[in-house]
């Protein structure tokens, strides 16, 4: 115990000192707001549509300003300052879980975007969602998942973080099922839930794994164990790998990618918020705000390297040919968060943490502007848009410079984010950076389809042709997210000098790289504009020369389909064979000892005859066998 | 107009009886609460004996006013129970001579763990009362043995002397025969049948461990009293060999486990609730199951902690079997009630679970687990009464965007449903935490296995919403159906309500619990 002390001390002498500072009260209204817009809405307001909505948005636009005001108050603090405050939550003899919440740079800038983002939705959704009848449902729901969320960045604890997670898997089911009269809408809910859940389970395991090793549900006293080198680098790496699992379930990474396309059933407003900005942004959180737990262990860093990168890859690919305007983005979406992994992954919390914190605005601004096409012409195939650039120039301008950024074009932030993460993959490996830089080449390819197929020739529907602009409610965020898309990407320097892991990195835009991977996205766009504009090379005739490539892609490479086989066949098999296992081999033992006293009561029942003499011969022959049992006993 | 006056007046009457009744303790020295609550539900039992049948809501009016007498009872039992340091672990005690010539008193008390069931107990109780709103058949005896089912249980919570655990829980445990022989569904005889003749057995073995630890008091006793007892105080004094617990446990744990629906004798458990009528279910999967794990601390553990220490490693293994196989089981039924039945299984699992670990997270999230599962299995067998009562039919198959009908019914079943796959911010995830926390400190392994469960529960619990009521109406015999009544929703909204408070706030109760859990550790640890 001395001797871990002794290192301990050590450990805190050469990290910068953390100064605690006990958290002003507002903090708790951050969540606290949300959370009792959704306690209003569900008891009192419900039965008006109207009040629910102001209900929501002005809650989420208070939660916002006290935010703003914590991220300033934390930028002038400087990075090694932390808020914290906590409650106890429940006591017995061993456990003292608390309530807490707690403000670091990173969680800073947590707070900043899921506001941001959340406010805008909550403003568009007034416009997307006005004739709902469920809409005070729609408000109540998206407040309670903003209370989770933010109580999510907020954690300062593992059990707090695991709660908050749940919630708001609880509240992204629910949403995806929010037209719940639908088949669609409610298997993709169901979907969405059971395949997180099988991630949680690891997250479950790593953080029973971690508590008990280090004796503490805290971020803090965990990072000070581990610090002090109380646990071992096998259990660190066994930790982290189990940790990862939840965000390869939450943030949608392979294996476990599928739910996310499938949550595309849910109303637009929500695919923004949670499916492309804040939730599915957690699993990078989770792993960022967890570095000191995955930067013990250079095994688990490579995996949440290499499945990033894969991620990247593959996501990408498959979003060439979807034909659903949502599809591609949801794709996009996964392809992007294999990037935030792949950063994280080669060792920079930076670079990862940047590119969610640009993307969360575009690619909020990407889908909110589909969501805006889907309004006005009523179908998510953009195969049957077309022509909208001239009815709806401001969602097409907005979109053209969402889908720039997407793409990593200068000067757009995408830029700034996709360049940082690709310099450290590049030193790291490799491999994994051929895997990004041909994942960027995919990007501005599919996003450069969307934008000619969608937006450019001529309407090919009826709801193309007479469309008309989104409200003025739904293109103020539009127009806001397009700003912040362009503007936030100039932070870079400063955001790096504050959010980081370890050491302070410094920022180096490698011009020649730059240069070099600016003409990979061009390349991809160049190609789709021959491709969609002027039909050179013609994509039909790409398609049937090479079928193989064109089937795997459009059947997103069979992931569903064998997990459609999984489940059919093996799982349901399984637990059918369980049942008939209950039903007829447990119970049959027991219905056969029912049958067996049965049996033997119908048999034995013959002996009573109602005769006397043959119970007096069954008596003497008894006596008769009794004495002769007797006689031989006795003989021995 | 005549007999409506009557009936009102006998209500009115009966209330004045029950105020006048607890006024007169609560001015006494001393208040004998456990009787007192005991008191209610049998006096109501008997009054409403005394009605006949055509007076079918006085009846439920009668019933619906003692249970919840007995709901606040209960309640002001655990506002009253001491916590902290320095006060005495059983409280509320009541102790009169019974039958000095064998050693038996009638002595009660009720320590955290004790408090927390009568709690569940007087919850689940108006409820049941509540959901039973619309039985029409011979509702006298039903309502009689229902409330005569529940003064057992309220007695076993808290007996302190064997004879009388015993004899509450034979009266807990013999009115379900009829109860569901006669008002319940499907194949009843069978299931009814089936059910008591699986209980009995239980009863059978534990009865053994009970005449063991009887005659033991007499010889293994504290010096200067070796006297035969069946008070549980003595008990816990008296020295048993580490042979004798070891012997006896296995009676005492597979005894009490039955009960619980321990694997592999748990079949009764589907058949039996699944033929129950609704408020017999409730009764039955919320409360009468956990009987058995209450025996399983009380007397197993308590009384043979070196027999505990011995076997449940042993026994921790089936509970694996319990939580998995359950749940897959659930997976694979067609019929909405046997789903929520093999759930129980699979839950019931969860809380031996607990207790096998024998530790402080562990025990105390077994017990939290207890109350949180018989609020929660409750709930869904409400549910599931008042769905078949509209539909008539309990086919997963024959359902089919329900909640476009029956939108509170639906939102309250996920509800239910969510707290049953271990939601945070629903009661059962800090239990199912807790427990899996005392796992991994026993067996990481182990506690992996029992985790897949969770994930299982969500595939089936969420199966079953999307099938029973989402999507669209497909039936088109349920174009007119109509939602829960004020009732069914009263009852509701008082089980989900429980459910979202010891979630989010569950330090109240879990201090409660861990007052109990406290000392049987120490006894454990303590090695008797």
């Known amino acids: 115990m001395v001797a871990a002390g002794a290192v301990a001390v050590s450990a805190l002498a050469a990290a910068p000192a953390i100064t605690v500072v006990e958290a002003p009260g507002y903090l708790w209204l951050i969540p606290g707001l949300p959370l009792a817009a959704f306690v209003v809405i569900g008891l009192v307001t419900r039965p008006w549509r109207l009040l629910s909505a102001a209900v929501g948005v002005v809650a989420i636009g208070l939660s916002f300003v006290f935010s703003l005001w914590t991220f300033i108050a934390q930028v002038k603090a400087g990075p090694d300052t932390v808020l914290a405050s906590s409650l106890p939550w429940f006591t017995t003899g061993t456990l003292h879980p608390m309530v807490g919440l707690q403000v670091d740079p990173l969680s800073a800038v947590m707070l900043l975007v899921v506001t941001t983002v959340a406010l805008m939705v909550q403003i568009y959704s007034l416009g997307y969602m006005a004739g709902e009848a469920g809409l005070s449902r729609f408000y109540a729901y998206l407040s309670l998942f903003c209370a989770a969320m933010l109580g999510l960045v907020m954690a300062h604890s593992f059990v707090q973080l695991f709660v908050c997670w749940e919630l708001v898997g609880l509240c992204s089911y629910l949403l995806i099922g929010f037209w719940y009269d639908r088949d669609a809408p409610a298997f993709a809910a169901k979907k969405a839930f059971v395949t997180t859940r099988l991630g949680d389970l690891g997250f479950l395991l790593g953080v029973l794994l971690v508590c008990t090793t280090a004796g503490s549900f805290e971020f803090s006293e965990v990072q000070a164990k581990i610090g002090a080198g109380l646990l071992d680098p096998r259990t660190l790496t066994l930790a982290a790998l189990l940790l990862f699992c939840g965000a390869v379930g939450k943030s949608a990474q392979v294996p476990l990618h599928v739910w996310l396309p499938d949550a595309m059933e849910g109303p637009t407003p929500v695919s923004a918020l949670i499916h492309a900005a804040t939730m599915v942004a957690a699993g990078v959180y989770m792993v960022a705000r967890f570095s000191f737990i995955f930067h013990g262990s250079p095994d688990a860093m490579a995996t949440v390297a290499v499945v990033g990168g894969i991620t990247a890859f593959f996501a990408a690919t498959i979003a060439l040919v979807q034909d659903d305007i949502k599809r591609v983005l949801a794709y996009s979406t996964i392809s992007q968060l294999g990037y935030m992994m792949l950063a994280l992954g080669a060792g920079s919390v930076t670079a990862g943490m940047f590119h969610l914190f640009t993307h969360a605005f575009f690619k909020a601004l990407l889908f909110l502007g589909a969501g805006a096409v889907i309004h006005a012409v009523h179908t998510n195939d953009m195969w049957e848009m077309g022509g909208l650039r001239k009815s709806m120039p401001w969602t097409f301008w907005t979109f053209a410079i969402g889908s720039l950024a997407l793409a990593g074009f200068f000067p757009f932030s995408g830029f700034f984010s996709k360049d940082e993460i690709l310099v450290h993959v590049l030193a790291y490996s490799p491999a994994l950076f051929a895997l990004a830089v041909a994942g960027s080449f995919c990007t501005a390819f599919y996003m450069g389809r969307v934008v000619f197929v969608a937006f450019l020739g001529t309407a090919r529907g009826g709801g193309a042709a007479h469309a008309h602009e989104a409200p003025l409610v739904m293109r103020g965020p539009l127009v806001i997210l397009a700003g912040l898309s362009i503007a936030v990407g100039w932070w870079v320097w400063d955001f790096a000098r504050f959010v980081y892991a370890g050491e302070m990195e410094e920022v180096h835009i490698h011009l020649g790289l730059a240069a070099a991977t600016q003409l990979v996205p061009l390349a991809g766009l160049l190609l789709a504009a021959g491709m969609y504009v002027y039909r050179s090379p013609d994509p039909e005739a790409l398609s049937n020369r090479f079928p193989g490539v064109y089937n795997l892609l459009r059947h997103r490479y069979y992931v569903d389909e064998a997990y459609d086989w999984l489940i059919d066949r093996v799982v349901m098999r399984f637990s059918a064979g369980i049942g008939w296992f209950d039903r007829n081999v447990v119970d049959g033992a027991v219905n056969g000892v029912a049958w067996l006293a049965r049996q033997t009561g119908a048999q034995l029942r013959y002996l009573q005859t109602g005769r006397v003499q043959h119970y007096a011969a069954a008596v003497f022959g008894g006596v008769a066998l009794l004495l002769l049992l007797a006689r031989l006993g006795g003989a021995r | ?528």
């Open chain 2, 1 to 528: 107009m005549v007999t409506t006056v009557c009936a009102w007046g006998t209500v009115a009457a009966a209330l004045a009886g029950l105020g006048w009744f607890v006024g007169l303790q609560l001015a006494g020295d001393t208040v004998y609460w456990i009787s007192n609550l005991m008191a209610v539900t049998a006096t109501a039992s008997v009054i409403v004996m005394a009605i006949p049948d055509r007076y079918e809501r006085f009846i439920k009016w009668i019933s619906a006013v003692f249970a919840f007498a007995a709901l606040v009872l209960s309640i002001c039992l655990a506002l009253q129970f001491q916590r902290g340091e320095g006060v005495s672990t059983f409280q509320f005690a009541e102790s009169s001579a019974w039958i000095p010539g064998l050693g038996a008193s009638y002595l009660l008390a009720v320590d955290g763990i004790g408090v927390a069931m009568e709690l569940l107990t007087g919850i689940i109780i108006f409820c049941g009362v509540l959901a039973s709103w619309r039985v029409e058949h011979r509702p006298r005896e039903f309502f009689a043995l229902l409330l005569l089912l529940v003064t057992g249980v309220f007695g076993v919570f808290a007996a302190q002397d064997l004879f009388v655990f015993f004899l509450f829980y034979e009266v807990a445990v013999l009115p379900m025969y009829l109860l569901i022989g006669i008002w319940g569904t499907g194949p009843k005889e069978y299931s009814a049948m089936k059910l008591t003749l699986y209980l009995l057995m239980g009863s059978a073995l534990m009865l053994v461990g009970f005449l063991a630890l009887y005659f033991g008091t007499e010889t293994y006793g504290a010096p200067g009293a070796h006297t035969l007892t069946f008070s549980l105080d003595a008990m816990r004094r008296t020295a048993y060999p580490i042979g004798v617990q070891k012997f006896y446990f296995p009676f005492l744990f597979i005894g009490f486990g039955i009960l619980s629906g321990f694997w592999p004798l748990h079949t009764w458990s589907p058949d039996g609730h699944a033929s129950a009528p609704t408020a017999v279910s409730m009764l039955h999967a919320g409360v009468l199951m956990k009987l058995g794990a209450f025996g399983i601390i009380r007397i197993g553990v308590e009384l043979c902690p070196e027999g505990a220490r011995f076997w449940l490693p042993y026994f921790s293994v089936f509970t694996l079997v319990n939580i998995t196989y359950g749940a897959f089981s659930a997976m694979s039924q067609v019929d909405l009630k046997y789903v929520i039945a093999y759930s129980s299984v699979s839950h019931m699992g969860i809380v031996i679970l607990g207790i096998c670990t024998l530790n402080d997270a562990g025990l105390n999230g077994a017990v939290l687990q207890m109350f949180s599962h018989g609020i929660m299995t409750g709930m869904f067998f409400a549910l599931v009464g008042f769905t078949y009562e509209k539909t008539h039919t309990r086919m997963i198959a024959e359902y089919g965007g329900l909640g476009a009908k029956m939108p509170v019914i639906a939102t309250f079943f996920t509800i239910a449903g969510l707290a049953s796959l271990g939601l945070p911010g629903l009661s059962g995830f800090v239990a199912e935490f807790m427990v899996f926390l005392g796992a991994w400190q026993m067996n990481r392994v182990m506690c992996a296995i029992a985790a897949v469960g969770i994930v299982v529960t969500a595939a089936y619990v969420l199966r079953v919403l999307q099938k029973c009521f989402w999507g669209p109406l497909t039936n088109p015999h349920y174009d007119e159906i109509t939602d829960a009544s004020p009732v069914q929703i009263l009852c509701l909204t008082i089980l989900a309500s429980v459910l979202v408070a010891v979630g989010m706030l569950p330090g109240w109760l879990v201090s409660i619990i861990n007052s109990g859990v406290g000392p049987v550790l120490a006894r454990v640890a303590g090695g008797g």
